[in-house]
Nanobody, 123 residues
Framework: VQLQASGGGLVQPGGSLRLSCDASGITLDYYAIGWFRQAPGKEREGVSSISSSSGKTMYPDSVKGRFTISRGNAKNTVYLQMNYLKPEDPAVYYC?????????????????WGQGTQVTVSS
């Protein structure tokens, strides 16, 4: 199983980015997906998750209303749309999945992780 996160970059405060997560060796449609981020000196935190069949989503308060997770038309792609980016959002963003169906921001169940993509917010 391989996950490839992409779409990071430099954006001004208030700007937007869309991250993509492409998978091989697993059908993402069958499992929950999570996006996590880790800033230097900080613990990794979950920023979104989506369930498999129900499409239920979860977000922490820090990104609720600004970030949106969605599944692509292709079964093995998931997106994270990030709007109104703030100076506290810069981090390496990772996508992850595992053999479970329900969304969770707890990283423990996630068995497979992408390599991460850097998001920088600066004017």
């Amino acid at each position: 199983v391989q996950l490839q996160a992409s779409g990071g970059g430099l954006v001004q405060p208030g700007g937007s980015l869309r991250l993509s997560c492409d998978a091989s060796g697993i059908t993402l449609d069958y499992y929950a997906i999570g996006w996590f981020r880790q800033a230097p000196g900080k613990e990794r935190e979950g920023v979104s998750s989506i369930s498999s069949s129900s499409g239920k989503t979860m977000y922490p308060d820090s990104v609720k209303g600004r970030f949106t997770i969605s599944r692509g038309n292709a079964k093995n792609t998931v997106y994270l749309q990030m709007n109104y980016l703030k100076p506290e959002d810069p981090a390496v963003y990772y996508c992850a999945t595992g053999h479970f169906a329900e969304a969770t921001l707890d990283e423990a169940p996630y068995a497979y992780w992408g390599q991460g993509t850097q998001v920088t917010v600066s004017s």
